[in-house]
């Protein structure tokens, strides 16, 4: 991949299921682009979809691009939409849930240089609705 011009993104999931049904690209991420201290990527939750419950070491950006639902950060829900930004801090338990009608999608943004180097803690029982 050519570090400075990104023309083609893989889409990656969670290979378990129960984790949820959303689908990411990463957009920036070492060694594949020229950042040494942050990574950023596209992911979409399909509609009545979710991202479950789950925290990590790294501080988050979530900025809505589109579509409707919920983001819950440390048990607090939070409606979103297309131009909301959220502020996840580092170890905060934090999903996603979608609305009815069309996919949600997001930036989101780590300070870390490598997507790779976050580790992913999933809360039990695992949450999926709304």
Known sequence: MDHATITKLAESAF??????NVT???LLSSPDTVTDSMCAGLATC??????????HTQAEIYYILSGTGSVEI???RHA???GSILWIPGD???GVF???G?????????PEARFEDIIYRFQEPIKSKL
């Open 74 to 76: 440390d048990g607090k």
């Open 102 to 110: 069309e996919a949600l999608q997001w930036l989101y943004v780590f």
């Open 80 to 82: 979103v939409s297309g």
């Open 15 to 20: 290979p378990e299921p129960l984790y949820g």
């Open 98 to 100: 979608c609305g009815p």
């Open 92 to 94: 905060a338990v934090h």
């Open 46 to 55: 399909p509609p009545e979809g979710f991202l479950a419950l789950h925290q």
């Open 24 to 26: 990411w690209q990463t």
